[in-house]
């Protein structure tokens, strides 16, 4: 029996290629303890030459991290009547949050005129699973101008000596569409990190009609299509409606490459794996000192009305 | 919108700062050391090779310098290294980008990944983990 840290056999092709070997849970003190071996093995009766041109790791490592919790609960319809976004509010239970929304095209992209409410601890249709809590936030969209509308919200906190030092986030989202309401264009859940200096947007959205998930790092490269490693196929996005679904997203920056990185996307308990060419971004043009999670609802071209409930929407930064 | 922001305000949920051993953080990282190297040859480098295969993630540099099993031999292999102060680690994924020259007609192989803990293959749960790509 191979032993469980063997990759599987990769069959090559005459043209470059990524090759995974999936993730594999374990427990090592160190890096350097680690070491890779790479086999090359002809087939049949070739001698041909075979070879390699990159090999990398992804770790996952450390401890718990700090976690900035129910964020939902203080999703917030904070903005100016032209749908601008308002200064960002902020909360006074002590949680020093901000917080703020907006529908305007120039904050949240879109045709703008989107007319949004958002109504945290209601009780959704459908029970959250345990643990989150029983209440959740409802997000509705409608109306706005000819195109696809939008409307944007977020929860943030002001950058501190800690948060300028996060390498890596990790944002988890509930999110529940309603049986009986449209399909959205899209549904957006975002982390975003800066010291100052340097601004990561880890942007993504399952989008509706392509049934794909899609990233977008406001480093003008604009919307693509995340694919799934080796396979190099587009990363499929289902939100069905009437359940609830779990989208975590873990993804790191290196200040000192100058890229930021999306490393795994799971939706429902399933890890994919973001293949090279869609996983390195670079960063966004800004000089933002904060930390924080946001979603966004993009409406079809029909205009057409939905209600997105989100729950144990956080973020934990290394 | 002032009796919203009110009716927020009272919400008495709060930031939970708590250790969750869950989650953990995630980095990539390219070889910075070889081990050794049987059967394989490079077309830029000497040694353990190692530098010819730690291109920049996401920007692979194809043949302007990689890492090949030599012609006439069946099988090929390279160990690689690293290095950093990531500790505890939970998880490892590993990655290539590899091909068969593409002005060889008879050249079809395959290419199989394993790492190792202290020399020894690592303790470690995996087994449908390419099932999961």
Known sequence: ?318 | MKAKLLRALELTALVVISACFSSAATTSVVPTTGVSATNVSSNACSGQMWNCVNDTIGSPDSDTTYVYKVSGQTSGEHVIGFSGSISNITAITMHIVAATDSTDPNAAGTAQMIFYNNGAVADGRGENADQRL
């Open chain 1, 1 to 318: 029996m191979a032993p469980l840290q063997t990759g599987a056999v990769k069959t090559l092709t005459n043209a470059y290629k990524e090759y995974a070997s999936g993730v594999f849970n374990t427990s090592i003190s160190g890096l350097s303890n680690i070491t890779m071996k790479v086999i090359l093995t002809n087939t049949g009766s070739s001698t041909g030459v075979l070879k390699y041109t990159a090999a990398w790791l992804d770790v996952t490592y450390g401890g718990a991290g700090t976690t900035l919790g129910s964020m939902d609960t203080h999703l917030l319809e904070w903005q100016n009547a032209d749908g601008s976004p308002k200064s960002d509010f902020v909360w006074t239970d002590g949680t020093g949050y901000l917080s703020a929304s907006c529908t305007s095209t120039a904050c949240a992209g879109g045709a703008g005129g989107t007319s949004l409410t958002v109504a945290p601890g209601l009780t959704p249709p459908a029970t959250p699973p345990a643990p989150l809590s029983p209440t959740a936030t409802e997000i509705s969209v409608s109306g706005g101008n000819s195109g696809d509308p939008s409307a944007l919200e977020w929860v943030k906190q002001h950058g501190s000596t800690a948060t300028d030092a996060a390498v890596s986030l990790q944002g988890d989202w509930w999110a529940y569409l309603e049986a009986s309401t449209s399909t959205p264009h899209t549904l957006e859940f975002d982390t975003f990190w800066g010291n100052g200096s340097h601004v990561a947007m880890w942007g993504s959205h399952c989008n509706f009609a392509s049934q794909t998930w899609q990233a977008d790092a406001q480093d003008g490269t604009g919307w693509k299509d995340l694919l799934i490693a080796e396979k190099g196929s587009a990363i499929p996005c289902n939100l069905s409606k009437n359940a609830w679904h779990h989208i975590t997203w873990q993804v790191h920056q290196d200040a000192t490459a100058g890229k930021i990185y999306y490393d795994y996307l799971t939706i429902d308990g399933t890890t994919y794996i973001v293949d090279y060419t869609t996983k390195v971004h670079g960063y966004k043009a800004s000089t933002w000192d904060t930390i924080g999670s946001q979603v966004q609802q993009d409406m079809n071209s029909l205009h057409e009305a939905y209600n997105e409930w989100i729950d144990g929407m956080s973020l934990i930064y290394w």
